[in-house]
């Protein structure tokens, strides 16, 4: 049997910032040079997104404590600090498990799957580290049973809600009873600080904080009806790109190197990576792609020369949310879910991008209800009307 995703819930912290305004505290950064300022405009204002949220709330209220705190990211004049990797990482443990908690429970009710059903959990994240983890975590604040199956997937980057979705469809492949609940959980923006180095700008710019969590299983009689079959999944390493993309730990904070070439490595492998991935299949009609940043769709979309609006929803999750990691093309999947032009049988191609250069995809079938009693009647006379 084919698994399916039959729903998906998505979660961000309350504070919401717009562009604009971190801009300006990027901007403010002590010790950028004017080079650096210039910069930071031209990228936070070419960057296609309008607002992100962050589990800092100090970034829009300032600081919960006084400046002279070490676990503080913004001073009284909300000028950027540099707390330690320790600190950041102590924000994620008291952030992460109730943020994830909230993407399941809607991902739970919206796909009429009670907790006790669930028996595996995968959860997925690259901006924090701490044991026992999210998968635990969840478990205890959903009250899932003891019994159930977990594991981990981290430090893997953008790209890993793929992988952990291929995970869950082996399970629920094997157990034609399994139900898992898959939960990616990225707070990326513990991780920014003040630096004039072009890459950090960038990522900078991009990087925001959410959840989302699918529910996956085999059995058609688990959950409500219809949702996402997935069909197959594919990875493909890039032939250039190994210290172009590149997240490590730091002192103060995990590391990443995103550098220029991204966009333009993704823009000229990608049509191999994704012909190759594809074989004899018809191209598919629907496209959710991690939009690592706006110039990493534009070169998706030249390379793979679709449609303009071919990834409007792509652009649209990346415009009100930025870039959340992992969790982003969760909350692509979500919207198609919800989009009811999206034909029942219609084709769904996933594609992510992580370090090495990674390209992960996958293969969907957008499966809806059947339409049965009355509602045969009611679509009877709208279409003889």
């Known amino acids: 049997m084919t698994a399916r ?3 998906i819930g998505t979660a961000v912290p309350p504070t919401r910032i717009a562009q604009a305004v971190a801009r300006d505290i990027f901007a403010a950064q002590e010790g950028a040079d004017r080079l650096a300022r210039r910069r930071i405009q031209a990228v936070f204002d070419a960057s296609a997104i309008e607002q992100r949220h962050t589990v800092l709330a100090e970034f829009a209220s300032g600081p919960a404590t006084g400046a002279a705190d070490p676990a503080a990211f913004v001073d009284v004049e909300g000028r ?3 707390p330690t990797t320790g600190a950041r990482n102590q924000r994620f443990i008291a952030s992460a498990p109730k943020l994830t908690a909230a993407a399941a429970r809607t991902a739970l009710a919206d796909g009429g799957i009670d ?3 669930v028996t595996h959990v995968v959860t997925v994240s690259c901006t924090g580290l701490f044991a026992p983890g999210p998968d635990y975590h969840l478990v205890r604040e959903l009250g899932l049973r003891p019994t159930v199956e977990r594991c981990h997937l981290g430090f893997i980057g953008c790209a890993a809600a793929l992988p952990a979705l291929r995970v869950a469809s082996a399970l629920a492949g094997s157990k034609p009873d399994a139900v898992v609940l898959v939960a990616a959980t990225e707070l990326c923006t513990l991780h920014l600080r003040p630096s004039n180095d072009p890459q950090q700008i960038v990522a900078a710019s991009v990087f925001a904080d959410g959840a989302a969590a699918a529910i996956v299983t085999a059995d058609p009689a688990a ?3 219809g949702g996402l079959e997935l069909d197959r999944f594919g990875t493909a390493l890039t032939d250039e790109g190994e210290t172009d993309m590149v997240w490590t730990i730091g002192d103060n904070g995990f590391e990443m190197i995103l550098s220029a070439e991204v966009p333009r490595i993704i823009g000229r492998e990608i049509q191999g990576a994704v012909g190759r991935f594809l074989g004899d299949d018809a191209p598919p009609e629907v496209w959710a792609v ?7 769709l534009d070169r998706v979309e030249t390379g793979l020369d679709l449609p303009a609006h071919a990834l409007a929803v792509s652009r649209a999750v990346l415009r009100d949310f930025g870039n959340m990691s992992s969790a982003t093309i969760l909350f692509i999947l979500a919207a198609l879910l919800r989009d009811d032009d999206v034909r029942d049988g ?13 390209v992960e995809s996958a293969l969907m079938t957008r499966r809806r209800p059947a339409v049965t009693g009355a509602e045969d009647v009611g679509l009877a006379l709208a279409a003889s009307a």
Do not use: C, K
Not at 290 to 296: I, N, Q
Not at 346 to 358: D, E, K
């Open 346 to 358: 219609a084709r769904v191609a996933g594609l992510a991008f992580g370090p090495g250069l990674t």
């Open 290 to 296: 991690h939009p690592g940043g706006r110039s990493v």
């Open 115 to 117: 907790p006790s059903a």
């Open 80 to 82: 950027l600090l540099s």
């Open 223 to 225: 959950g409500n009806p």
């Open 5 to 7: 995703i039959v729903s």
